[in-house]
């Protein structure tokens, strides 16, 4: 149960967090004309969601295929 609860508190904070530095990032390079040391901010907090996304979707991956069963169910 409290599992359930963990995944969906972990899954909620990975969308806040990802659209804000998403939206941060991009907000940076459009900047970069006027403060042209945010270009290389920008650019690091987006390879940085770039990296969280794939580390995110191999787990994912990783925990779906090895804890449940052929048929959906836990392995326990």
Avoid: W
């Avoid at 270009?39 to 990783?62: D, N, R």
Wanted: hydrophobic share 40%.
């Amino acid at each position: 149960m409290i599992q359930t609860y963990a995944g969906k508190a972990s899954k909620k904070t990975m969308d806040v967090f990802g659209i804000s530095l998403t939206i941060l990032g991009l907000i940076f390079l459009g900047y970069k004309r006027v403060h042209p040391e945010l270009e290389i901010a920008g650019y690091t907090l987006l390879y940085s969601i770039c990296y969280m996304l794939v580390l995110y979707s191999f787990f994912y991956y990783f925990y779906t295929r090895n804890l449940t069963g052929e048929d959906g169910d836990d392995k326990k």
